[in-house]
């Protein structure tokens, strides 16, 4: 898993932060935005993650772990006769 992080990936992450609303607050600078502590680990940790998945997606083949097989449905079991307590307490029966 890659660990180091190149200006390109983070001004990358940055600019993928910044179509987020609850990021439209932060400045519109990517130097500004790396000055504060804050915002800039949360750009390193945005950046790492992109970066990680792209290399799962380099190295891990693209095959379901437990392959769906299609079968078709049971045949519907009948249906027990079932006794309606409110028909027979008013005394409608199915003849």
Request: glycine share 2%; net charge positive; hydrophobic share 40%.
């Amino acid at each position: 898993m890659p660990t180091h992080l190149t200006e390109q990936q983070l001004r990358a992450a940055w600019a993928a932060m910044r179509t987020r609303r609850c990021l439209s607050a932060w400045p519109n600078s990517f130097d500004a935005v790396m000055a504060d502590p804050r915002r800039g680990q949360l750009v390193r940790l945005e950046a790492l993650a992109a970066a990680r998945a792209a290399a799962r997606r380099l190295t891990r083949p693209c095959q379901p772990v437990n392959p769906i097989e299609h079968h078709a449905p049971p045949p519907p079991h009948p249906q027990p006769y079932r006794l309606d307590r409110k028909k027979a307490a008013a005394g409608d029966r199915d003849d």
